[in-house]
């Protein structure tokens, strides 16, 4: 069975600094790997996701993450953070058999100070 | 794009009674179906594999009898929260994978919240 870690319940930055959220993930073999970022009350939106190939995978609203096997890792991280960047955000892991069901991390809140 | 629709998207119903949450695929079809359920402030806990034509998998911990799901075609899944109670209010939410190609994700639907009174 899967399971995925995100260390950090919240982190504060700057608008306009850049920002790193952390996942780390365990799974026998290589995973299907997501971001999703929800807005309170709202649905999720999937930001990027990983399944094969290049490990820099790009997504939407800027943010990038990078898939490094040997850390079990898939950080999120955007350059330059806009206060609209403000909601919580989950790194889920998908298996890639048996069910394929998608396992999601505690969630990081974004916080964005002017 | 792949699109999920969950009906109704809020609800309030009173406590002893049932309440159905439906989840349909617009426009692909789904043999897999996974119904999660988020407490305010929490992460999302996945509930059940639902596929269709079959029984149900549930993650250890939850009632099947409580949460009774049914995927009777391609399309659709329901889940039915029997005799709610003001502790089963909760955000809850389905996603359905594409049954065509190996590497898809699955797709979520915009959620429906339960008030039970």
Redesign the interface.
């Given at each position: 069975a899967q399971s995925v870690t995100q260390p950090d319940i919240h982190i504060t930055v700057s608008e306009g600094a850049s920002l790193e959220l952390r996942c780390n993930y365990s799974y026998g073999a290589t995973p299907?790997l997501?971001w999703?970022v929800q807005s309170p009350?709202?649905?999720?939106q999937?930001l990027l996701?990983y399944?094969?190939g290049d490990t820099l995978v790009q997504g939407i609203k800027g943010f990038e993450a990078e898939f490094k096997r040997s850390q079990s890792s898939f950080n999120l991280r955007k350059p330059s953070v806009h206060w609209s960047d403000a909601a919580e955000y989950?790194c889920a892991v998908?298996a890639r058999t048996g069910?394929?069901?998608?396992?999601?991390?505690?969630?990081t809140r974004l916080f964005v100070k002017a | 794009g792949a699109v999920v629709s969950q009906h109704p998207s809020w609800v309030i119903c009173k406590s002893g009674t049932s309440v159905k949450i439906e989840c349909r695929s617009l426009d692909f079809q789904a043999t897999?179906m996974?119904w999660?359920r988020q407490f305010p402030k929490?992460?999302?806990?996945?509930m059940a594999?639902s596929?269709e034509g079959s029984k149900a998998?549930y993650e250890q911990g939850v009632e099947k009898d409580k949460f009774l799901i049914n995927h009777a075609s391609l399309t659709l899944s329901t889940l039915t929260v029997t005799s709610a109670h003001p502790e089963d209010s909760s955000f809850y939410?389905c996603?359905a994978?594409d049954r065509v190609g190996a590497?898809t994700?699955?797709f979520?639907?915009?959620?429906t919240?339960l008030t039970v009174v």
């Open positions: 299907y997501f999703y009350g709202q649905g999720l999937l996701k399944f094969s989950f998908g069910g394929f069901k998608t396992i999601f991390g505690a969630g | 897999t996974f999660y929490q992460s999302l806990m996945l594999t596929n998998t939410i996603s994978r590497n994700e699955a979520f639907g915009q959620g919240r």
